[in-house]
């Protein structure tokens, strides 16, 4: 009697454990299949050979922002910014007007609680081979929600020629060097 007492309860451990995993990955699917991504490409602008990647992924009310730039001299600090359009069409990247700025705030460093434009990503320096990664995340951003204070969904990346000192108006970062659209 012990022994398929024993044999009973080893069965129901197995059982119990083997449904917990099944639930478990399940679950991992689930989030996974729920998770909003958006892909994009960031094309040359101003003659320069600035271009690169960029993921947008959405989980749990959260954005996280994965971009890969190359075609930048060495060592060179490059601003980054949501603008208005997802119109990269001009060979100077103005047709994506300028900064996106919602909620009417001055320009500045993401976080500054003076204020700062919601497409004010901030800065990026290139290596020694010409490249820069940059991740960042938010909760302020959003894709496809409708909210017209967080949906980037129909706006551009800017890769501008220099550095964002969070001056007004936009941060003198120069020309535009990159854009891409972020659309489905």
Known sequence: MKRSSFFILALSVLFTVGCKKEVKQETETTKAMTAKKVKMK??????????????????????RMVAIIEGMDPGTTHA??????????????????????????????????A????????NLTAQENGRAYLEFSTEEWCLGC???NKDILGKAIIVHAGADD??????????RVSCGGIIE
């Open 42 to 63: 960031l094309e040359p602008k101003s003659d320069s050979n600035v271009k690169g990647n960029i993921a947008f992924t959405e989980e749990d009310g959260k954005i």
């Open 80 to 113: 980054m910014h949501i603008h208005e359009k997802a119109d990269c069409s001009a060979a100077d990247g103005t047709s994506s007007g300028g900064h996106w700025n919602p909620t009417a705030q001055p320009h500045g460093k993401w976080g500054d609680a």
């Open 166 to 175: 969070y001056g007004q108006p936009t941060g003198n970062a120069g020309g």
């Open 115 to 122: 204020g700062y434009h919601k497409g004010d990503i901030g």
């Open 146 to 148: 409708g909210d017209p």
